[in-house]
């Protein structure tokens, strides 16, 4: 059976998900993160991606991110891959690719999701450093970040919108809300209500959902 394409809406934040090949690390040291996130900064502006929030585990990048159109999240996470692995292999003396093959990315409906997906993406990685959780609490200033208009209506101020963040993102996902959104990146199905979904069917001609298992009902006689 073909594979589906890659469904990528220009403006809707999409949950993109790339895994080290076997998985391998694809982060060793703070060196390789912090390396990898002036790649992203500068990668995201150029390919035309908004990144809302990411989280660097040791051996897989999760992002929340709203491409400006349909090839520029490949464009970045093709930069990426090829400048990560580059410099990740010369770092550690070692050769070959660093990826497990093509990244998943998964549309999302923001009005619905986009918050909970910032806190599931952020709580990937326990360390603040390693992910975007310490620029929406007040830590840091992150250039990678592009903040969507969903986190800025969370107060008028500064402080108004890290303090609501913080009580939110202390909350955690719950497991039925991780696993919602592992799901949807494994399965590439787009991760919204009927509506959210209808809207997209006017975009793209891809299918946006699994069909149902079993044979198809006879047509009566």
Same mark, same amino acid.
């Given at each position: 059976?073909?594979?589906?394409?890659?469904?990528?809406?220009?403006?809707? #934040?999409?949950?993109?998900?790339?895994?080290?090949?076997? /998985?391998? #690390?694809?982060?060793?040291?703070?060196?390789?993160?912090?390396?990898?996130?002036?790649? +992203?900064?500068?990668?995201?502006?150029?390919?035309?991606?908004?990144?809302?929030? =990411?989280? +660097?585990?040791?051996?897989?990048?999760?992002?929340?991110?709203?491409? @400006?159109?349909?090839?520029?999240?490949?464009?970045?996470?093709?930069?990426?891959?090829?400048?990560?692995?580059?410099?990740?292999?010369?770092?550690?003396?070692?050769?070959?690719?660093?990826? %497990?093959?093509?990244?998943?990315?998964?549309?999302?409906?923001?009005?619905?999701?986009?918050?909970?997906?910032?806190? =599931?993406?952020?709580?990937?990685? #326990? *360390?603040?450093?390693?992910?975007?959780?310490?620029?929406?609490?007040?830590?840091?200033? *992150?250039?990678?970040?592009? %903040?969507?208009?969903? =986190?800025?209506?969370?107060?008028?101020?500064?402080?108004?919108?890290?303090?609501? =963040?913080?009580?939110?993102?202390?909350?955690?996902?719950?497991?039925?809300?991780? %696993?919602?959104?592992?799901? @949807?990146?494994?399965?590439?199905?787009?991760? /919204?209500?009927?509506?959210?979904? *209808?809207?997209?069917?006017?975009?793209?001609?891809?299918?946006?959902?699994?069909?149902?298992?079993?044979?198809? #009902?006879?047509?009566?006689?």
């Amino acid at each position: 059976m073909a594979r589906l394409a890659r469904l990528c809406i220009p403006g809707q #934040p999409h949950l993109v998900q790339q895994r080290g090949h076997n /998985g391998q #690390p694809v982060f060793i040291d703070e060196a390789d993160t912090q390396g990898f996130l002036r790649m +992203l900064a500068d990668a995201a502006k150029a390919s035309g991606v908004a990144i809302h929030a =990411y989280g +660097l585990a040791a051996g897989e990048v999760h992002l929340l991110a709203t491409p @400006a159109t349909a090839d520029s999240l490949s464009r970045l996470m093709q930069t990426l891959g090829r400048q990560h692995g580059l410099a990740f292999n010369r770092r550690h003396g070692r050769s070959g690719s660093l990826w %497990d093959g093509r990244f998943r990315a998964v549309p999302i409906d923001g009005e619905r999701h986009l918050l909970a997906a910032m806190r =599931y993406v952020e709580s990937a990685v #326990p *360390d603040l450093r390693a992910s975007s959780a310490a620029h929406h609490l007040g830590q840091a200033t *992150d250039p990678a970040v592009s %903040d969507h208009p969903l =986190y800025w209506a969370l107060g008028n101020t500064p402080f108004d919108r890290e303090m609501k =963040y913080r009580t939110w993102f202390e909350q955690g996902s719950s497991s039925v809300e991780a %696993d919602r959104f592992r799901r @949807a990146v494994a399965q590439g199905w787009p991760l /919204g209500e009927a509506s959210f979904i *209808d809207n997209l069917s006017q975009v793209t001609s891809r299918r946006l959902a699994a069909r149902p298992r079993g044979r198809p #009902p006879k047509a009566p006689a």
